[in-house]
């Protein structure tokens, strides 16, 4: 028999990585997931993948092509407004607040630093600066949606490598902003909340 014309059989692992890719697919559709399936699905299947259309699709095929991790940072990690972080990526933080001024769990920085928006489209965030978007929590930001895009695009400036351009990154939120929705390179759509797992999927710290 031609074993060229005979798909060959998927082994063990291999359906099982299938089954997380169908699952990570119906969460992109919008599926309502819980906290713990969106734990499973929030970690690729091989490695990190550090374009959204490779997350989505999990690169099956593309085992000589895996990396181990993006080199991203967290939102986390650009709240510290140190000078080795931030000058790097040509933005401003903005001055920062006495501490007498800012209450526990607010961000400690005036609005004086680059604004978010003039940067990205839209005006979801008002005249807030990219230091206090990082700072947004969940009830004002829901999933922390500009805190990772603001991470993503200070790693984009900061990282040639990181997998992203600072232009991919604005343009992932022109389009959440505009359609409430991404869709990648290779056509997959992806919800506000998919698009904050793909971010996190970049980071090197939690």
Known sequence: MDKTSVEPELNISDKEADCTLRSRRKIL?????????????????LGAQCSPSAWVSGN??????????????????WQTNRHYRWSPTGYNPGTKEDQDHAGHGQCPYKSDGT???????????????????????????????????????LNAASMPDYGMSVDNVK????????????????????????????????????
């Not at 604004?115 to 004002?140: C, N, P």
């Open 60 to 77: 099956l095929s593309d085992h000589g092509h895996e990396r181990d991790t993006c080199g991203g940072r967290s939102p986390g990690y």
């Open 115 to 153: 604004k978010f928006h003039e940067i990205f489209a839209g005006h979801r965030y008002s005249d807030k600066s990219l230091m206090q978007v990082l700072w947004l929590e969940g009830h004002d930001d829901k999933y922390q949606l500009g805190a990772h895009i603001v991470a993503a695009l």
């Open 29 to 45: 559709k919008g599926a309502t997931v819980t906290p713990l399936l969106m734990t499973v699905v929030s970690r690729p299947v």
């Open 171 to 206: 343009e992932i939120y022109r389009q959440l902003e505009m359609y409430g929705e991404y869709r990648t390179s290779t056509g997959e759509t992806m919800t506000p909340e998919a698009v904050v797992m793909f971010i996190q999927n970049t980071f090197l710290d939690s």
